[in-house]
Structure formats: C-alpha cells, structure tokens
C-alpha cells in the first residue's frame, strides 16, 4: 500500500528505492507486485530471506477497529545492512508494518548516520504478539528513546493513548512529546474524522529542511501549535485495509513537493478516501493515479 500511494503522489524527479525482506514464500509473488508498480528502483535493497513472510489476518469489529493475528516474519534490519543502502537516499519512510522492522539501538544507529529527513509510521510498533500471534496494543518500552529516532511519526488516535500510558492525557503528552526534543511532527489519523498534527512552532515545511532543525536551535523545549483537519469528502465507506499506509506515504510526499503541513493533510485524506473505495493492493497504484488525474 505504501509503495502504490507513494509511486502515486511523488512529484517529478523523485525514485524510490524499497528497502525490504521478503520471504522466500512470497519472493515471487513481491516481485511480481512491484514490477507493477512504476518508478521503483530496485536494488540490493530487496533482500528474499528463508523465514516465511509475515501474514496478517485481520477482522474489523467496525469501520475504525479491528483484530489482527500475525503469522510468519522475517527477520529485521540491522543498521549494518542499511547504512550502505542509504548513501544515495535523501529522505526515509519507515513503516513498522510487524513492528519488529528493526530493533532500537539499530533505529538510534539510523538516525545518528543518516543525514536526511525520517518519517516513521509506528504502527505495529506498539503491538505486542500473544502465542497464537494475535496482536495486541502495549506499551512501547523505551519510548522516548524510540521517539528521539525521527523527525516525524504517525500513529492513530488508540496508539497515541497507548504510547501515553494516562488515561484523558494523550494529547498533553504529544506536545510534551515534541515539545521536549522528540519529533518535530506527530501526526495523528482519527479515521472517519481526518487527522490531527501537533508540531514545533517555526520547523520546516520542507522535510529536507528538517535536519538543520534537529541539529541547530530549535532542539530542547519549544513552542509547539497542533492543527486539526478534516477531510475533504467526508467520511468515505469501504475497505479501510492499508488506508494508514496511503495517507502517511501521500502525506510525506505532499511533503516533500512543497505543500504545507494543512495541504498535504488534505491531500493525503483524499487520497486515503480513494484508497476506501478499491480492494486490496494489486492495481492500486493505477487506482489512485486515475483519481489524481481525475481530480
């Protein structure tokens, strides 16, 4: 999904470079999927592993939750294995799709080498695996040291709570959070209702701009402002599998063209309602290009 929207909506003169493990079960089935996928180059970056592939059964209990039960994973990055995939890159997204993409002193190697902007979509990072592999949410152990690994973070409005850990006081902390030298950005998805950004006062449109932010002045406590937005077509009915996906990967590369942090919101809330309306990941690219194009 995050490859699809972010082959999608990447302005002109932007690749992408994938970074990820594949299962030998499922190798031939990635590659087949990302040779649909236009503007991929892919390196040594993808990487086949004799683990199976992480399998994800999920079973909505509504239009906004749902269960998950993971099966399979491969085995994470080591900062060893990225540090030379990222010489030529100029900005990352990490999505925490098992939540075991990498450990946390790897995630604090990352950040101390690499020079560009980082935008980390948490999720399955604050899932916690039971023996049957059903997923549940938990307590990030470390968090502030997780925190400190990027620039800007995603996650919904139950992850935020969880990550809090105090009842009622979620929003407090995510300022607390920026506020005190941990990202510069927390975006937070309310389904249906858009999402919220809570931000440092005066920290760069451009996320190219954001590591002069995180090395210079404004690093220690700082004034902060949120802004909430919501989107543009309401709330849209559907498949909401992968819409997490669409909005962080639209987001960044609204981001990324030079949009403000509202606009780029609105965008990626357009491009998430589209992501509603198809099935699956297959096509998808093609699906949200029309809409683009439509649009």
């Excluded at 990487?47 to 939750?65: K, Q, S, T």
Aim: hydrophobic residues 40%; aromatic residues 8%; charged residues 25%.
């Amino acid at each position: 999904y995050s490859l699809a929207a972010m082959a999608a909506a990447l302005p002109r003169g932007w690749e992408i470079v994938p970074l990820l493990k594949v299962g030998s079960d499922l190798a031939e089935e990635a590659r087949d999927f990302l040779a649909g996928v236009p503007g991929l180059l892919l390196r040594e970056g993808l990487r086949v592993v004799p683990e199976p592939n992480n399998r994800v059964e999920l079973r909505y209990l509504d239009a906004d939750r749902r269960e998950e039960q993971l099966r399979g994973g491969v085995s994470p990055w080591s900062a060893r294995e990225l540090e030379p995939l990222l010489r030529d890159v100029d900005a990352l997204y990490v999505n925490f799709i098992s939540g075991y993409e990498m450990e946390l002193a790897d995630a604090e190697r990352l950040r101390a080498v690499f020079r560009g902007p980082i935008y980390a979509d948490l999720h399955s990072l604050l899932l916690g695996r039971m023996q049957d592999g059903r997923r549940t949410l938990r307590p990030l152990p470390e968090w502030r040291r997780w925190l400190r690994c990027f620039d800007a973070i995603q996650l919904n409005e139950d992850e935020l709570a969880t990550l809090a850990g105090r009842g009622g006081e979620e929003w407090a902390f995510a300022i607390e959070a920026v506020r005190d030298g941990g990202p510069m950005l927390i975006m937070v998805t309310l389904a249906g209702e858009g999402a919220e950004c809570i931000y440092r006062t005066g920290v760069p449109a451009n996320p190219l701009d954001w590591p002069l932010e995180r090395n210079g002045a404004g690093r220690g406590r700082s004034a902060v402002r949120s802004s909430r937005v919501a989107p543009p077509q309401g709330r849209v009915e559907g498949d909401p599998t992968g819409c997490g996906d669409v909005w962080g990967s639209t987001l960044f590369a609204a981001l990324l063209g030079g949009l403000e942090i509202e606009t780029a919101m609105r965008r990626a809330h357009t491009a998430a309602g589209h992501k509603v309306t198809y099935r699956g990941a297959a096509g998808l690219y093609s699906h949200l290009r029309s809409s683009i194009s439509a649009g």
